[in-house]
């Protein structure tokens, strides 16, 4: 019968862990906690108490109960019994007459546990011994109450009512509890204000913390207004002169090319001016834009474009893709005198988005610096995604340069 019953025990204890677990978690991420809570008069009491304390106390509670659950935890308990058991050993010689073996252990474990327990309290909630006399009262009363609790105990063993117990040994019990609650108080004070003065100290660095991340933050926005400004001038320039040559050529499409660049110049402000846009929209300003270098090029430039569908919608830096296409077509196909093939393609694989423009141009070799366009682009990417997005440059086979942009899984910033 034994075993199946402390199975059972140990089967609700584990219960029990998880749900604590459960309810420090929900705590510090802000969810409703479960209703298995709401249920009883204790669960509630402890729910609400947990409720007050701040989150950052909070997970350090849920540090410390997953590290100490299970065997973890009965270990030190019982080392605390064994120390109480030892204790009762100077308490029965103090007063042999009045404290037999029974109350020396009974006294001492309830010394011993008491004083383990509230200074465990005292370490995860230091906040409340700033609340003055109410809390001191209340260890007298306990000291008072567990008084009164071991004598009643005692005077149970030996047949005795309560009040001969309590005349017989009382004065032994009230001094060894104003001892114990002595000892408990000083040493519970002194480690609230440790506690008191740790948690300060981390919550001024948490907050020194949180404003140097907003500066960063504001810092990295006002670059990235920066790089755009700088890119808008480089880029509407280059295709203003891709225009100008062929109205000085004398070319018959001229007129509309001109028509086909005032549409591209009005959807290439929203990229220029948006910090991110669908990928479908950025492809279709990339085809607008090889249209008019088509109507410079010829027969020069070759496009191939490959976007599935399903990549359509998603969300990508704005001006990162047309960078790409213009530093492909200007650093590697137009040198070129027979030109070459540009193909833009997009797919998803692993949680990333690989976005390529690959030409038959002149390659990274003739690349001067990999052009400032590049340069920009590689810092944009650092400034929104961090480590997680980078521009990889390659030789094409079995000519030109392959410039592959790889983001992060949409919803996913390393970035400042």
Do not use: C
Request: aromatic residues 6%; charged residues 20%; without cysteine.
């Amino acid at each position: 019968m034994r075993l199946p019953l402390i199975q059972s025990l140990l089967a609700r204890h584990r219960d029990w862990e998880a749900r604590y677990l459960q309810l420090l978690e929900d705590l510090i991420a802000g969810r409703p906690p479960d209703p298995h809570w709401q249920a009883r008069f204790w669960r509630r009491w402890l729910r609400d108490r947990l409720a007050r304390i701040s989150a950052g106390e909070l997970a350090q509670i849920l540090a410390f109960t997953r590290a100490w659950r299970g065997w973890r935890l009965w270990i030190p308990l019982l080392a605390l019994l064994a120390l109480g058991a030892l204790l009762a050993v100077p308490l029965h010689l103090w007063r042999p007459d009045r404290l037999g073996w029974g109350e020396s252990l009974l006294l001492s474990q309830v010394m011993v546990l008491g004083t383990g327990l509230g200074l465990v309290g005292a370490w995860f909630s230091p906040g409340q011994f700033d609340k003055g006399w109410r809390l001191w009262a209340k260890v007298v009363a306990m000291a008072i109450v567990g008084g009164l609790v071991g004598a009643s105990f005692a005077a149970w063993q030996r047949g005795q009512t309560p009040l001969q117990m309590l005349e017989r040994i009382g004065p032994t019990v009230a001094g060894a509890s104003m001892l114990a609650g002595l000892l408990f108080t000083l040493a519970s004070a002194l480690l609230a204000g440790l506690r008191n003065r740790e948690l300060r100290a981390l919550n001024e660095q948490l907050r020194a913390e949180a404003e140097a991340q907003a500066l960063r933050r504001q810092a990295s926005e006002a670059q990235l207004r920066l790089l755009q400004a700088q890119i808008e001038p480089h880029f509407l320039f280059n295709t203003l002169g891709a225009v100008q040559h062929l109205a000085q050529a004398g070319a018959p499409q001229a007129a509309a090319l001109t028509a086909d660049l005032i549409r591209f110049l009005r959807a290439s402000m929203n990229s220029l001016r948006e910090a991110e846009r669908p990928l479908g929209d950025e492809m279709a300003l990339s085809r607008s834009y090889l249209r008019v270098m088509q109507a410079r090029l010829g027969a020069r430039l070759r496009v191939d474009v490959e976007l599935p569908e399903a990549l359509a919608a998603r969300r990508v830096p704005g001006t990162l893709l047309i960078t790409l296409v213009e530093n492909a077509i200007k650093h590697g196909i137009e040198p070129q005198p027979d030109g070459g093939d540009l193909k833009l393609r997009a797919w998803s694989e692993g949680g990333e988005l690989f976005i390529e423009v690959a030409d038959t141009g002149r390659g990274m070799a003739d690349l001067p610096g990999a052009g400032h366009g590049l340069s920009n682009l590689r810092e944009q990417l650092h400034l929104r995604h961090g480590a997680r997005a980078r521009l990889e440059l390659f030789d094409n086979e079995p000519r030109g340069l392959v410039a592959r942009l790889v983001l992060p899984e949409e919803g996913k910033n390393d970035g400042s």
